[in-house]
């Protein structure tokens, strides 16, 4: 032996809920530790990959609207989390996280993410539809997957219900353009439940109804088929 010693890559967050996005990173498969107040510890499962951490955290900042400051170690190694709209979660082509993230869960393959980003450009349509429309994931994975990387939970609409005083806060048209509808009332706020809850566009159509809300996540069709349950004239509804 030479003596040698490994050492393990971390990343240091400077944040006001530590417990929280300490849990985040776990459900993540990171190995995530509170160092101190205000402080998590995030290793690196691959030495010099401290921007897939910036990444991850920018979601979490993104879903939470909780402020978090990414450090180095050493300092220089990593940037601050950019400031940047959540909204091209899923149309970001120059670095599509969402498929990132299911090619690494081994949920796809990358050809099949090379494929499906090709046709997004080519339509316009959105990464997660083509690749439920080309069978390459199942709606509910990509639900869960989405829901995870975002740290927000997860509805089974067909399973679990929805109220309907609760949903009739939003009209039936506008809740199949945004892909979302109210599940019903927790915490004292309305849930609200989005295919893509990144989007901004859909978060401002609904806020006009609703105020404001917790965001949640849950699979289009099952939204689609609790509006055309509500109203069935929304079948008729441009969902963009």
């Known amino acids: 032996m030479d ?3 490994s050492v393990v890559e971390t990343v240091t967050i400077l944040v ?14 990171r190995s995530a530790v509170v160092a101190g107040p205000g402080t998590v510890t995030v290793e690196l499962d691959v030495p010099g990959t401290a ?8 979601h979490w900042v993104a879903a939470t609207e909780i402020t978090a400051s990414i450090q180095a170690d050493p300092p220089a ?17 120059d670095r599509p996280r969402l498929g990132d ?10 050809e099949q993410l090379e494929r499906a980003l090709a046709e997004s450009r080519a339509t316009g349509d959105l990464l997660g539809r083509v690749m439920i429309r080309r069978g390459f994931i199942f709606e509910d994975e990509l639900a ?6 975002l740290d927000l939970p997860y509805v089974n609409i067909r399973v679990a219900g929805f109220e309907r005083g609760a ?17 019903g009332v927790f915490g004292g706020r309305i849930r609200v439940a989005f295919a893509d809850p990144s989007d901004e566009s859909a978060k401002e159509l609904v806020r006009g109804h609703v ?24 079948a008729d509804a441009h969902v963009a």
């Open 77 to 93: 190694r990593v940037p601050p989390a950019p400031v940047r709209s959540a909204s091209s979660f899923f149309l970001d082509l």
């Open 51 to 58: 921007e897939v951490v910036d990444d991850q955290l920018y």
């Open 211 to 234: 105020g404001e809300f917790s965001p949640a996540v849950a699979a289009l069709s099952d939204i689609e088929f609790a509006w055309r349950t509500l109203d069935p004239s929304s």
């Open 16 to 29: 006001s809920e530590p417990e929280r996005l300490r849990d985040y990173f776990v459900r993540l498969g």
């Open 3 to 5: 003596g040698s010693t």
């Open 101 to 110: 993230l299911l090619v690494r869960k081994g949920l796809i393959e990358q």
């Open 144 to 149: 869960r997957t989405l829901a995870a990387q």
């Open 167 to 183: 949903a009739q806060l939003l009209p039936s048209g506008d809740g199949m353009r945004a892909a979302a509808i109210p599940v």
